[in-house]
């Protein structure tokens, strides 16, 4: 806490007290700190892929190894591998710039959850590239919410894929869906490699990983549940994570349930 004390005249110009000003700088230096961290963090992200394909451009431009069938294809995807990343990264950050900004606008339309819930789970089963069965919990009923469609979307692309990347050959995810009061909770639960108790909320910090190199490698950028965080609350919603290590994941969120107006049937 920051003090500052002036002294006031009167309109003779005589003293006639002090004025106290008392501010939160450890609030202000928090969020400087922050913003220190998040540059070192981009920096750091960036300069990753791009050593990595300098190494590998050098390697290939040494000499006849460009020519190498053998060698050439293997070091040229890569390279490819890593610019996919980094526009992913460039993306998602400009997305969260954004967000930061308020500079974007929700769509939000009438949309009937579980047959949405339904239409994204398809999605990934029809691209699963591995032996993972995703179940379904999702009830009969319709229920509706009120969002925009392409950010729920993205939010569970976001933490479906996480359960798929950390999940083992042969593992299974459960998608739910119930309804709790006036919110609509959507579970997540995966048999994955889970999340150290001590780091639990940090995951939907930008940037946390519990293991940077396995993310990287993974193809993740670090930035996709702080996304999935910021437009599940620009929904006046909430997301959490419960997590065992070695035993699995859960990631759940609520979404406020669209009213039924009153005299309206079913
Ligand atoms: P990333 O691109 O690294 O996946 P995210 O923001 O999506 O970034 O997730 C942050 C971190 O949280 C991940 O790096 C991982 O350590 C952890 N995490 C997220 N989801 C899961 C999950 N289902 N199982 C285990 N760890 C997870």
New binding site residues.
């Given amino acids: 806490v920051r003090a500052n004390f002036s002294e006031v005249q009167d309109e003779n110009e005589e003293f006639s007290g002090i004025i106290t000003v008392i501010s939160d700088v450890t609030e202000q230096e928090k969020v400087e700190r922050e913003r220190r961290e998040f540059v070192a963090n981009v920096s750091h992200e960036l300069r990753t892929p791009l050593t990595t394909m300098r190494s590998y451009l050098e390697a290939l431009t040494d000499g006849d190894t460009w020519k190498d069938e053998n060698i050439a294809p293997k070091f040229l995807s890569v390279t490819q591998n890593e610019t996919e990343r980094m526009i992913r990264l460039v993306n998602d950050l400009l997305q969260l710039s954004k967000m930061d900004n308020k500079d974007y606008q929700l769509h939000k339309e009438r949309v009937n959850y579980t047959d949405f819930i339904h239409h994204v789970v398809d999605r990934f089963e029809l691209n699963l590239k591995q032996e993972i069965d995703i179940k379904r919990n999702v009830p009969e009923e319709k229920y509706n919410v009120w969002v925009d469609k392409d950010k729920v979307t993205q939010v569970l692309d976001?933490i479906i894929s996480?359960?798929i990347?950390?999940s083992p050959e042969g593992g299974e995810i459960l998608v739910e869906v119930t309804k709790e009061k006036h919110q609509l909770l959507t579970k997540v639960t995966?048999e994955?490699?889970?999340?150290p108790e001590s780091n639990i909320d940090k995951?939907f910090d930008r940037f946390?990983?519990?293991?940077k190199a396995r993310?990287r490698q993974l193809g993740?950028?670090?930035?996709?549940?702080?996304i999935a965080k910021e437009l599940i609350e620009a929904h006046d919603g909430e997301v959490w994570a419960k997590?065992k290590e070695n035993e699995g994941?859960t990631?759940t969120f609520r979404l406020p349930l669209m009213q039924k107006k009153r005299g309206q049937r079913k």
């Fill in positions: 976001n996480n359960a990347k950390y995966d994955g490699v889970g999340i995951i946390y990983r519990v293991d993310s993740g950028t670090g930035l996709g549940l702080a997590s994941t990631i």
